[in-house]
């Protein structure tokens, strides 16, 4: 499989609890994306890998969100002490480096927090 | 008013009709993307765009810079259509700004 590809697919976590989540882009990618997406709803933007540096964070990323990306190939998604409010569906994506170039997404990864 | 506007939300057709899904931008892009999620979650690229009109099979993507809108075209619908379609826009910076979709039914 050549896609995007993200781990896990669900979680369920309690209220406090800490998660992380993986993202492994297309090998050949150097700019990657997370975006979270509530039922309804198009999916926001929460921050931007070039390579490995961390170019933007929305301000939807509290300080309970950290990402790293620390070889520029796959990505991490933390959330400390989660809240009920982070239950969403939290997608990556990635492309290649040019301004006509497709956005590729994986299938994503379900958080539910109880 | 959020930045990007798609219409209808919903929108249900007969097999065969002819679909448009609209959206509207309130920013100057660099380009806009038109997206396709499947129940599930999984977001497929259908067009990128920043200007004039692309076409794969039976999509059709236009957009006018000038009135900042955009159309999704679909020939021939197909039950197999059945998605949400998103709508986005990339201005200056990196991050992409989405619509909220348009939730499309196509009936046997």
């Known amino acids: 499989d050549t896609g995007v590809s993200q781990d896990p697919r669900h979680k369920i976590t309690k209220r406090g609890q800490n998660v992380t989540f993986r993202c492994d882009p297309i090998s050949e990618h150097n700019r990657l994306y997370w975006y979270r997406q509530t039922l309804g709803q198009g999916p926001e933007f929460l921050t931007y890998?070039?390579?490995?540096?961390?170019?933007?964070k929305s301000r939807l990323l509290s300080d309970r969100f950290s990402a790293e990306r620390p070889k520029g190939s796959f990505s991490t998604l933390e959330i400390q002490r989660t809240e009920q409010g982070d239950s969403a569906m939290y997608l990556c994506a990635s492309r290649q480096k040019g301004p006509n170039e497709k956005l590729f997404f994986g299938s994503g990864t379900q958080l539910s927090v109880l | 008013k959020n930045e990007v506007e798609q219409s209808p939300q919903n929108l249900t057709a007969q097999e065969g009709e002819f679909i448009t899904i609209n959206c509207s931008y309130s920013v100057g892009i660099s380009a806009l993307h038109w997206l396709q999620q499947h129940p599930g979650g999984g977001i497929v690229s259908l067009f990128m765009?920043?200007?004039g009109k692309k076409k794969h099979g039976r999509l059709i993507a236009t957009i006018n810079i000038q009135e900042k809108h955009s159309s999704l075209h679909i020939t021939a619908s197909h039950p197999r259509d059945s998605a949400v379609y998103i709508c986005a826009v990339r201005g200056g910076a990196q991050k992409l700004v989405f619509g909220q979709g348009t939730r499309l039914t196509i009936n046997p």
């Open positions: 890998f070039q390579n490995e540096a961390q170019l933007e």
């Open positions: 765009l920043s200007s």
